[in-house]
Each structure stands twice: as structure tokens, then as C-alpha cells.
């Protein structure tokens, strides 16, 4: 059973693998053909994307999960009330 999950996995984790791979290799290009300056701007300016989209992440996944804690909270109050 476990053998099967993990090859089922991996076969997920290579099918991502091979389309994120397309779009590194094409972003690399195409700043590598930048001019120094360019190259820099859109490093920074990425990072801070990346950075942004992190925090933007945390704070999303943080309600959620305040959500689901509230909803086991209320299902488990529930179960012992009746």
C-alpha cells in the first residue's frame, strides 16, 4: 500500500518538476540576455515579489486554519452537548 502511494507521488512530483523546469529555464534566458543593470532590477524586484507573496501566503493560511481550529472547536462542543 505504501509503495503504491509513493510511486503515485513521485510520478506527481516529476509531472510538476518537468512544467515548473519550462518556465526556470525561460526566465533564466531571458534574463541572462538583459543588459547588468536590467539583470539587477529584475532580480530585486522579483525577490520582493516572491517576498510579498510569502507574507500575502502566511497571513492567508494563518485565517484558515483560525477557521478550522473554531470549526473543530464548535463540532467538538457540539458532540458533547448532545
Do not use: C, H, P, R
Not at 522579483?46 to 494563518?62: E, M, N, R, V, W
Amino acid at each position: 500500500m505504501m509503495t503504491m502511494f509513493l510511486s503515485v507521488f513521485d510520478g506527481i512530483a516529476n509531472t510538476v518538476t518537468e512544467f515548473v523546469e519550462e518556465y526556470i529555464d525561460f526566465a533564466a534566458d531571458f534574463i541572462k540576455a538583459q543588459e547588468w543593470y536590467l539583470q539587477i532590477v529584475l532580480v530585486v524586484v522579483g525577490g520582493l515579489i516572491i517576498i510579498l507573496g510569502t507574507f500575502s501566503l502566511i497571513k492567508k493560511l494563518t485565517k484558515i486554519l483560525i477557521v478550522i481550529a473554531i470549526l473543530v472547536g464548535l463540532f467538538l462542543v457540539y458532540q458533547n452537548l448532545f
